[in-house]
């Protein structure tokens, strides 16, 4: 067979939802994947993990049957079994468990390792018609969508990166655009070309993306709204404010330039690190033009005041009115953007207004029972459906998530690709599609193209895809009847898409994807912004359980995890280029290109605890210990190591993974994870040190 490019979507957490050329090398056998030059924001760019796709999609490894503990929990040892018995073992343990607790014992757990609609969400139709608990989605965005929403209001959109040609200054905040995001850099490049654009970029740490900018702002992790307050305290006071914009476009410009008077840089350089001189210069970078865009990553919203920092940050292009010119404003995430009618998909309509919400960063504590609030007063979780996570690796505080899927009276079924640590865990285990297998249509965080993956080659022997699963287990437990439930995943991407008033699926991929760009008013919200009154707010909107911490006006919050003498470091556990989350991670590659776990440490810290460069290092606070070599950078602010992230739990002699130094403490005002936020020791080892807990594989560090 002659060697064939399909068209595809890269289906990964990932912002930029690639455009794929897929070259497909037999029915059951891809060779290189290739940036698709037919999505003009991608151009024909992806990262490196991807291209090499056959690794991951081929990879001996893969899940192929259905398989049974026959061991432990834990201990690894499955047999295999039909797709029948599995199914049926699964909904015979579901309805034992919601005979004797009810539905709301069943925890149906995912997240985004598919972010295409139906094979993401048909798990929240699951929910609705079998009445479980629901889960609030507390990973990635919901400290960023609070703090974006408080000033922005409900549009969860803007400016089209490609206007960065336009830009004379383009901000990278707390976002590693060479490992997380790469087109962004392409999109840089072209605007120094174009107009000799500068490129500011904020993060604590010189990571790849820092490497390549005009100005790095190295900040302590955490203070990045008492950076941007400063900054709106120079543009007020040198008169860089846009006032006329002000005047028609917010809602108390004279409030908040009164509130910033004493936010000066010489408070802000206190509490961030940086020098009065950064911060000036920033400010006049910043507020010299109006074409100023700011593309705002994730990274400084993984803190405790995280969503403090997003409304700050986004009350910047209000201050100087870059939104109203081209080349100007702000980008998050365009996810908000798709009009699309999922209704069918999640069923949502059908939630019967009494299942309690799950905080999923929580798991650690829902399933040890040590926080009884996090039940929200139902019962315990005995039975757990999981597809598309793998939250023994990438949830906080994992010591206590093991321990919680260690305990004996937890019948969990993992449905995945690969044999996680997660799925370790499992009573049984259920393989998994790739996106390669199955179909599916994918909204995106960094462009506007709607786009369509149908199924490249045949399924690896015996996998699934989620939503034959989801309905099999539905039928099983006589959920009520639902349309979507006798429709193939084929039919429910089509059938959606004809719900939004949208082209089919195929016309869809064949034609390039679906442009949703709403015009430069929209983007650049000429229109007004998304409150009542079209105005961004100062006084931020703020909503959820614990609103009343939360700064009337942008400024900096000292909820953080604070250094103590016992606790002298801020760790934070960046995006390694190779991994996606705790994905590819398990792929030869991925694993050579990273080495082995490191924590990146300046090398004035290491001499004060006593490291030296290459060392094995200990890093730990009250919640765990991991063990890993350090190196030593100067690019670090002062008091903060970085550890990339994510390797396995087995990758560390501890057996536990970095996310046993990260709390599961939600973020204010609604919840949210930290995985920035974390107090810390450092310390060296000797290989064999009495320190290191038993059981411990000291040798794994000699074979990294
Ligand atoms: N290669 C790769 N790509 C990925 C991922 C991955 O793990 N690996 N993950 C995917 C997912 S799920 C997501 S959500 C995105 C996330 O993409 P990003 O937004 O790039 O990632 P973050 O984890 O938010 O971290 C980005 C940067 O924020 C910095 N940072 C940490 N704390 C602070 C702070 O307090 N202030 C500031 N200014 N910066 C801070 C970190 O040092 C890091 O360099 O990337 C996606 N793409
Ligand atoms: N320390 C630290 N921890 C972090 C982060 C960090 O920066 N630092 N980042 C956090 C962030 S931003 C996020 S979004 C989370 C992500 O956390 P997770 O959602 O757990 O992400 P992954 O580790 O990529 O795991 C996704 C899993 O889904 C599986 N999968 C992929 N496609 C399919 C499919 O079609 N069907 C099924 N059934 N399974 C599939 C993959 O094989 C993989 O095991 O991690 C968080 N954890
Ligand atoms: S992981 Fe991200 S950058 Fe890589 S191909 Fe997928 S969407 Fe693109
Ligand atoms: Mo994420």
Redesign the pocket.
């Known amino acids: 067979m002659a060697v064939e490019i399909v068209r595809s979507t890269c289906p990964?957490?990932?912002?930029?939802a690639c455009a794929l050329d897929v070259e497909r090398l037999a029915p059951d056998r891809v060779g290189r994947v290739h940036g698709g030059r037919w999505n003009p924001y991608i151009d024909g760019v992806i990262?490196a993990?991807v291209a090499r796709y056959a690794e991951r999609v081929h990879n001996p490894d893969r899940l192929t049957t259905p398989l049974l503990r026959d061991g432990p929990k834990g201990s690894g040892r499955f047999k295999r079994i039909g797709w029948d018995e599995a199914l049926d073992r699964v909904a015979e343990a579901f309805a034992a468990a919601r005979r004797r607790h009810g539905p709301q014992t069943l925890w149906p757990y995912n997240y985004?390792g598919t972010m295409g609609l139906v094979q993401r969400d048909g798990i929240q139709r699951f929910r609705a018609l079998l009445g479980t608990s629901l889960q609030h989605d507390t990973?990635?965005?919901s400290l960023g969508n609070a703090g974006w929403a408080a000033g922005m209001g409900a549009h969860k959109w803007g400016v089209d990166p490609r206007e960065m040609v336009d830009s004379d200054v383009v901000v990278l905040?707390?976002?590693?655009?060479v490992?997380?995001?790469v087109q962004t850099m392409g999109w840089v490049a072209r605007a120094r070309k174009a107009r000799g654009a500068k490129l500011v970029v904020?993060?604590?740490?010189r990571?790849a993306?820092?490497e390549k900018a005009d100005l790095h702002?190295m900040?302590?992790?955490?203070?990045?709204a008492a950076l941007a307050c400063a900054v709106m305290h120079v543009l007020f006071r040198d008169g860089l404010a846009d006032r006329a914009y002000l005047a028609a476009s917010a809602d108390d410009p004279e409030g908040l330039e009164a509130h910033l008077r004493d936010r000066t840089p010489a408070w802000a350089a206190r509490i961030t690190g940086l020098s009065v001189d950064e911060i000036e210069t920033f400010a006049r970078l910043y507020g010299g033009t109006r074409r100023a865009y700011l593309r705002i990553?994730?990274?400084?919203?993984?803190?405790r005041n995280?969503a403090a920092?997003m409304h700050a940050v986004t009350s910047l292009p209000a201050v100087s009115g870059a939104w109203a010119h081209r080349g100007g404003g702000a980008l998050w995430s365009m996810s908000g953007l798709f009009p699309l009618d999922t209704s069918l998909i999640t069923a949502a309509e059908h939630r019967d207004g009494t299942q309690r919400w799950l905080d999923m960063s929580r798991i650690g504590a829902i399933l040890t029972g040590d926080e009884p609030d996090a039940l929200a007063g139902g019962p315990p979780v005995t039975a757990m459906l999981i597809q598309n996570t793998n939250p023994m690796v990438t949830a906080p505080d994992s010591t206590r998530v093991a321990r919680g899927f260690a305990r004996e009276d937890l019948f969990v079924c993992v449905h995945d690709q690969i044999l996680t640590e997660t799925a370790r865990m499992a009573d049984v285990v259920l393989p998994a599609t790739t996106f390669l297998e199955h179909d599916d249509l994918y909204k995106a965080g960094a462009h506007t193209v709607l786009q369509v993956g149908l199924q490249v080659i045949e399924p690896l022997a015996e996998a699934r895809c989620n939503h034959d699963v989801l309905r099999a287990l539905m039928a099983r437990l006589e959920a009520p009847a639902h349309v979507a439930n006798d429709m193939s995943a084929r039919e429910l991407v089509d059938e959606t898409l004809r719900l939004s008033g949208l082209p089919p699926a195929r016309e869809i991929r064949d034609g390039g994807g679906h442009d949703c760009a709403a015009g430069f008013d929209a983007h650049h919200f000429r229109k007004g912004f998304g409150h009542a009154d079209g105005r961004f707010r100062f006084h931020g909107a703020w909503h959820g359980a614990q609103a009343a911490v939360m700064p009337d006006l942008p400024d900096h919050l000292e909820t953080i995890e604070a250094v103590d003498a016992d606790h002298p470091f801020r760790l934070?556990?960046?995006?390694?280029?190779?991994?996606?989350?705790s994905s590819f991670n398990e792929t030869p590659t991925s694993r050579a290109m990273e080495r082995r776990p490191t924590v990146l440490v300046h090398p004035d810290d290491a001499a004060r605890v006593g490291l030296t460069d290459g060392a094995p290092a200990r890093l730990g606070n009250r919640r765990g210990i991991v063990t890993l070599r350090a190196r030593l950078i100067p690019g670090l602010a002062p008091g903060t190591v970085?550890v990339e992230?994510?390797w396995s739990a087995g990758a560390f002699p501890e057996g536990v993974g970095i996310n046993a130094l990260v709390g599961a403490d939600p973020g204010p005002p609604n919840g949210g994870a930290v995985?920035?936020?974390t107090a810390v020791w450092l310390r060296p080892v000797a290989v064999g040190d009495a320190e290191v807990p038993a059981g411990a594989d000291a040798a794994a560090l000699e074979l990294a």
């Open positions: 990964h957490d990932c912002p930029s990262c993990k985004a990973f990635c965005t905040w707390g976002l590693n655009a490992h997380t995001q904020v993060d604590p740490y990571n993306t820092a702002l900040l302590r992790p955490g203070t990045d990553g994730y990274g400084f919203t993984r803190s995280g920092a934070v556990t960046a995006p390694a280029r190779h991994f996606l989350n970085v992230s994510l995985f920035h936020d």
